[in-house]
DNA sequence: GCACTTTATGTTTTT
DNA sequence: CATAAAGTGC
């Protein structure tokens, strides 16, 4: 955030803030004040006479669902109860899932898995180990759920050998997750638009509930989701959409682009509202930006502008491998900053995968240079967590035979993988959840005594905590669990000292946070496990932390920041290459074979959101050979770099001397002398 | 049959 | 380099 006073609003913001009557598409290109509407919006809507509570507006990401909330608030003063609806789709998807749970079948204290708990259920129904496979059969099934197409109309659809057999799996995990009275991510969308459909005094009900709605984000939208606000909205079509087509970088997860083009032909009566005007970037940054984007197919056509100066000129680094990138990544932050005295926070690492951030830390701990990750390995994936949670989630719901597992081995208590198998294959044949089968008489018949002792130990436990979590705070539950399984010595017996105790600490944390929770939203266990199924990172304020950002292209949409780096410009990372082997060298004119037409146009938006982050300046860097596993691979420049008419430097060199004169420069900051100019 | 140790293996992006 | 499947004591 820049110090200056925001600017006052532009007509075509205020415009697009004013008009309420009916359906409104707002194109908003980068840096042009988009969630500026939004809030205001609702301000102005409030501020009109609705109903606070009427009023929702969808994020997707958790992050900047917390984000316009702070800046509702801040805008809108209301009472906690009285807050307008800001949440993400998924997390409207839960409430929705929640009130409606009887009517869809489900009990309120569903369990929601995670794509690692849907991916072991594909596993089994699959009967393979090829990760790859695997995943490739859990998007395809994902895809078809985001299409709203069910078991039938998938087999139907499907084409080829690996479809035809994904459309199988699909069948067998839908009846499986219904087994277990478990959801995945995408039953949250799934769902609640199931109900909408079919229920008419529930899409009553809703409709009179949320009256006005607000999307951030529109671009990204997929089919169900698009259906769902449809329905949500009703005749009355009181919405707000705002997104740029420019920036639609989630295809891979179904979003698509005909919901722009639809929502033309659906409201005839749509009121399209382009916002042009750029606030957040320097004229140098934003040139490179449309020459990148020019080329684009656009649906509604508009030009960014800004009425900021010139700027610095970008900066194209080459580097010999991933190690010199991070090192020249550190040394420039530290002579920048040494130089503006400005703040760590001020700067933002950008790239395409989390595993490039690895080496980055490495660096950045080395040069002393306080860094947080956002995305990335998420508190809640983490080992401990998911443990926790697991017995969240089997002591609100006792269906959750994933959890079930979970739980039982650990810590381990005497229970392997044949007793399992056994009482998996009992349980499937009885057609009910593991927890319930093993005190059935008909399973004891078919283990031995010794096998049978600790799951009976563990059965009764499992029923004492649940009972008590159904009467007891969620805190209170938590605590003597922990105490009861002994966890913590669990810990610090499977790991040496200090890595036990950072996953203690881990742990603790947690506890906090869902004593938080609880207090909060006087939440049930199960609604405490429903709502970490949706966070990837703990709430912590680092906001206020001064540190660089190190963050995914994707993580850092909608966000923005004075200097950027974008690392690993480079063919093979940005655009990103799909299966294609390791690379011939040279024939980097090849351009168009080996890589899919839309699949670039998605990886050249996810540039143009990398460079559109930036404020001030933008440090681009590539490396010419970078470590795959044992071996090393030659790289090219990204393409990118050429269609934003940047030289690609391949002056390693001058590289080198540059960054030892940074270097000097941040000796000079630590001996404390003044800064040379100039 | 269970739990622990070694060895192969493989890397987009997120709710 | 971290995770997960196969292998080895108990």
Known sequence: MTASSPPALNPAQREAIRYLDGPCLVIAGAGSGKTRVITHKIAHLVASGVKPTAIAAITFTNKAAREMQERVAALVKLPERERPVVSTFHALGVQIV???????????????????DALAIIQQALATTDRKLLRAVQARISLWKNAMLGPDEALAAARGE?????ARVFREYAATLRAYQAVDFDDLIGLPLHLLRTDADASQRWRERLRYLLVDEYQDTNASQYELLRLLAGPRAAFTAVGDDDQSIYGWRGATLENLERLGRDYPSLKVIKLEQNYRSSQRILEAANRLIAGHPKLYAKTLWSALGAGEPLTVVAC???EQEAESVAARLSAARFERRGRWADYAVLYRGNHQARVLEQALRNAKIPYVLSGGQSFFERAEIRDLLAWLRLLANEEDDP???RAVTTPRRGVGTATLAALGEYAGQRQRPMAAALSESGFEARVSARQLAPLREFGAFVARMSARAAREPAAQVLDDLLAAIGYRAWLFESADEKAAAARWTHVTDFVDWVKKRAADEDATLAQVAQSVALLSQLDRRDEDLDAVRLSTIHAAKGLEYPHVFVIGCEEGILPHRGD???????DAAADDSPTGGARVEEERRLMYVAVTRAQRSLTLSWCAARRRGRDTVRREPSRFLTEMQLEAARASRQTAQEDARERLSRLRALLGKPPGRG
Do not use: V, W, Y
């Not at 690996?162 to 994904?166: G, P, Y």
């Open 98 to 116: 929640r009130t409606e749970a009887r009517a869809l079948g489900l009990k309120p204290a569903f369990s929601i898995l995670d794509a690692d």
């Open 403 to 405: 959890a079930f597992i």
């Open 580 to 586: 294609a082997e390791a690379s011939e060298e040279g």
């Open 162 to 166: 690996l479809e035809q057999s994904a």
């Open 320 to 322: 010999e491998n991933d």
